[in-house]
């Protein structure tokens, strides 16, 4: 019964990644999973949307065919955002700068199409090759002037091996891959696009975090991006915890231009960004038949990234805008019961956030961090073999630990005002 949120975690983790499935009984899986949601106020973020409508399909599976084993997982959605301003981009890489902004507020509609698969081969009991294929197509598209239309796709592929020892398993994989974007822009009513009189309806590329030019002459920006990393993963037992730990480490170049590469005016970027990313998760379950199950997790991301811009430096090796962010999570789960009539869960959830952006042209340096408490109460009605009652309270609170800004006076522009100052709580000017 996978419907538990300790199983059902665990497998998650497992489907794509036959290092963790070397020790494990798992002969099997399906699910299909279709979801509605909804958000709406004005509570949020200066490029966030007032409201949002997201519809969702998810298809997940497993199987072991004699030496093969083989997973998968299948996403779509569909989303929807009404009021959003200062965001013509398609907010896949939101850390990254060098996107077009404008003030007007407007609907937007976006789709997004995910195929992640895994093969793995036991050529030998302990070397057992593997390949994961990550396949992801988007495309955004605004409805009131400047329209946004974005399109990208993105490639990686992860080959790896699994090493089995006595008493543990340690995978090791390589990450290669790419991605194309084109976004454009485009004004159905002249009047907007060439008069003054609608400042709202002017568009402005963004930078940095602050750096930004008015009406750039180009709507059209073509994104060459690449990806290459290594990454770990380990299966021990520890006294009578199971163990499964994953360490990833990834680079991501990201270049643009206004022309594509297959046009004879293609120069070369005009501006790039490049980002670190170091993420980990370490699980822990312990079983104890009905006397309690018990899942301890915790997991974190730090990304630091940097850009070079000819547009504002006048170089690609020359430093402007720097960003960083941290998040770490830390979770507790413990199940009683499952196999009576009535399972009650227990858990409690942790997590931190930290973000800095400067822009060094506009000496701009914004910091922001939040924590987050969940507990969470579940009980589970177990009515016949195949059916399962599952009845969750789970409030939480959101905690700022820290927002402030700096900046120059002299640098007041329409994205610090409209993005950075409707972002922050606490404004520091410099002195």
Not at 26 to 45: E, H, P, T, W
Not at 106 to 121: I, K, V
């Amino acid at each position: 019964m996978y419907s538990y949120t300790i199983d059902h975690h665990l497998v998650e983790r497992s489907l794509l990644r036959p290092a963790f499935l070397q020790r494990d009984s798992l002969m099997s899986y399906g699910d299909v999973r279709v979801a509605y949601q909804m958000n709406k106020g004005g509570f949020r973020k200066a490029q966030q949307a007032y409201n949002g409508v997201i519809t969702s399909f998810q298809a997940n599976g497993f199987n072991r065919l004699g030496k093969f084993l083989l997973g998968a997982k299948f996403a779509f959605n569909s989303i929807r955002e009404d009021s959003l301003a200062n965001s013509l981009r398609s907010g896949l890489e939101d850390l990254s700068p060098y996107y077009p902004y404008a003030n007007k507020s407007g609907d937007y509609q976006r789709q997004n199409y995910q195929l992640n698969a895994s093969l793995g081969y036991e050529l030998a009991h302990s070397v057992q090759p593997f390949l994961q294929v990550d396949y992801h197509r988007h495309w955004s598209a605004g409805t009131v002037d400047p329209r946004l239309k974005s399109n990208r796709f993105t490639l990686k592929v992860k080959p790896g091996v699994t090493l089995n020892f006595p008493k543990s398993t340690l995978g090791l994989y390589g990450i290669i891959g790419r991605a194309d974007e084109n976004v454009s822009l485009l004004y159905k009513n002249m009047d907007f696009q060439s008069s003054n009189l609608y400042p709202d309806r002017m568009y402005y590329m963004n930078y940095g975090y602050g750096t930004a030019r008015q009406k750039d002459t180009t709507r059209v920006n073509f994104k060459y991006d690449n990806y290459k990393g290594v990454g770990i993963q380990y299966l021990k037992k520890l006294y009578s915890w199971h163990t499964k730990t994953e360490i990833e480490y990834q680079q991501y170049h990201n270049t643009n231009q206004n022309y594509s590469k297959k046009s004879v005016l293609y120069s070369g970027p005009l501006a790039i960004y490049d980002q670190s990313t170091i993420k980990f998760f370490v699980d822990a379950v312990k079983y104890n038949g009905d006397q309690g199950q018990q899942l301890l997790i915790f997991d974190g991301e730090y990304n630091k990234g940097v850009d070079g811009n000819k547009l504002t430096t006048g170089s690609l090796n020359k430093v402007n805008y720097k960003v960083s962010t941290l998040s770490l999570t830390g979770q507790y789960v413990k199940l009683w019961h499952r196999h009576h009539q009535l399972a009650k869960e227990l858990g409690f959830l942790v997590t931190y956030y930290t973000e800095n952006r400067k822009d060094l042209l506009q000496a701009i340096d914004f910091e922001v961090g939040q924590m987050r408490v969940e507990p969470s109460l579940r009980l589970y009605l177990q009515k016949s073999n195949t059916k399962l009652i599952q009845f969750a309270f789970a409030p939480y609170a959101t905690i700022p630990t820290e927002t402030t800004l700096e900046y120059s006076p002299l640098s007041i522009n329409t994205f610090i005002q409209n993005v950075v100052f409707g972002t922050i709580t606490i404004i520091r000017p410099n002195t």
